[in-house]
């Protein structure tokens, strides 16, 4: 399995747009041992042809630019076989809209989420300009299926949805009530050699079910948006602990980096890194103790052979 890392920020990026934090300060002025980030999404592909995007970010213009693999091979095309979203959060699906270009779409969500972005949403109409412009499949937690392309190509990729701990988006809040297919991790499992990819890129607890998303995983992607629980109120940037945004947090006894130490996975990369994190940072302490036990920090760029 062919992976490769199109955005490694959480919602805003990296450097954020209205930010003046130590990071984002520091990586505008060139003093910080760090790289920008754009917001994430990962590529994978068993064939190296056909390639399925977890996540659909608001900078997926420039992240398909940025990788030739995904670029058209006709006068109309795209690589792109099909999309599959973790939640509805905007960072993760507002990137459907810029797909809008008249081409056709399949889109892989568990209903809550479908349903969050498409119903009730008058912007989704310009998917709608053409019957079959965009499919939605629903991925049904616990359900193991094969990912089939918009060209209903087999992928040699299957997925499974596992709901882990979230909560609804934002702009939803007050108007569904909260409900497990909210977020989901996903299993892939390439058939040709067995192996699989965990993707946890948004969690707040490490629950069974977590547990289960993970079990024998080659390579696990898992949430790192937040190193610590009070990490907005510390930099005067909120009022919002981690854990009310459904993220439970890297660092501390209660951190995921202690409660994943014994984790098998060959790869374990944390991804969906908020712009204050101090992981982001080459040269921090919190980045080297996670390196010592073996945890990586996605780029965008990155890229893994499975
Ligand atoms: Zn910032």
Same mark, same amino acid.
């Given at each position: 399995m062919l992976i @490769?890392?199109?955005?490694?920020?959480?919602?805003?990026? *990296?450097? #954020?747009?209205?930010?003046?934090?130590?990071n984002c300060r520091g990586i505008r002025?060139?003093?910080?041992?760090? &790289?920008?980030?754009? #917001?994430?999404?990962?590529?994978?592909?068993?064939?190296?042809?056909?390639? *399925?995007?977890?996540?659909?970010?608001?900078?997926? @213009?420039? #992240?398909?630019?940025? *990788?030739?693999?995904?670029h058209p091979r006709d006068r109309r095309h795209s690589p792109i076989q099909a999309l599959l979203l973790t939640n509805g959060d905007l960072d993760h699906c507002l990137g459907l809209l810029s797909l809008r270009?008249?081409?056709?779409?399949?889109?892989?969500?568990?209903?809550?989420v479908r349903v969050g972005f498409a119903e009730k949403n &008058?912007?989704?109409?310009?998917?709608?300009? *053409?019957?079959?412009? &965009?499919?939605?499949r629903t991925l049904k937690p616990g359900r193991r299926e094969e990912l089939l392309?918009?060209?209903?190509?087999?992928?040699?990729?299957?997925?499974?949805?596992?709901?882990?701990?979230? =909560?609804?988006?934002?702009?939803?809040?007050?108007? %569904?009530?909260?409900?497990?297919?909210? !977020?989901?991790?996903?299993?892939?499992?390439?058939?040709?050699?067995? @192996?699989?990819?965990?993707?946890?890129?948004? &969690?707040?607890?490490?629950?069974?079910?977590?547990? #289960?998303?993970?079990?024998?995983?080659?390579c696990v992607f898992f949430d790192g948006t937040f190193w610590s629980s009070d990490e907005l109120r510390t930099l005067g940037l909120g009022e919002k602990r981690a854990?009310? %945004?459904a993220h439970l947090p890297v660092g501390g006894p209660a951190g995921s980096a202690r409660q994943l130490a014994t984790l098998?996975?060959?790869? =374990?990369?944390?991804?969906?890194? !908020? !712009?204050? !994190?101090?992981?982001?940072?080459e040269d921090s302490p919190e980045r080297a103790s996670v390196t010592t036990a073996g945890w990586e920090i996605a780029y965008d760029g990155m890229e893994i052979t499975l």
């Open positions: @490769r890392v199109l955005g490694s920020a959480a919602g805003g990026g *990296f450097p #954020q747009w209205n930010c003046g934090c130590p002025d060139g003093t910080l041992a760090a &790289v920008a980030r754009t #917001q994430e999404s990962v590529a994978i592909s068993a064939d190296g042809r056909g390639w *399925f995007l977890l996540n659909t970010s608001p900078e997926i @213009r420039a #992240q398909i630019e940025g *990788f030739p693999a995904l270009e008249s081409h056709p779409l399949l889109v892989y969500a568990t209903e809550r &008058v912007l989704h109409r310009t998917l709608e300009r *053409f019957p079959g412009q &965009v499919t939605w392309g918009v060209d209903g190509r087999e992928s040699g990729l299957v997925v499974e949805a596992l709901p882990v701990p979230g =909560k609804p988006p934002v702009h939803l809040e007050g108007l %569904m009530p909260p409900d497990p297919d909210d !977020n989901v991790g996903l299993r892939i499992l390439e058939e040709r050699t067995g @192996r699989v990819l965990a993707y946890v890129s948004g &969690v707040g607890a490490v629950t069974e079910s977590v547990r #289960q998303a993970l079990d024998g995983a080659d854990e009310d %945004m098998g996975a060959a790869r =374990k990369i944390y991804i969906h890194l !908020n !712009n204050t !994190n101090p992981l982001l940072r």
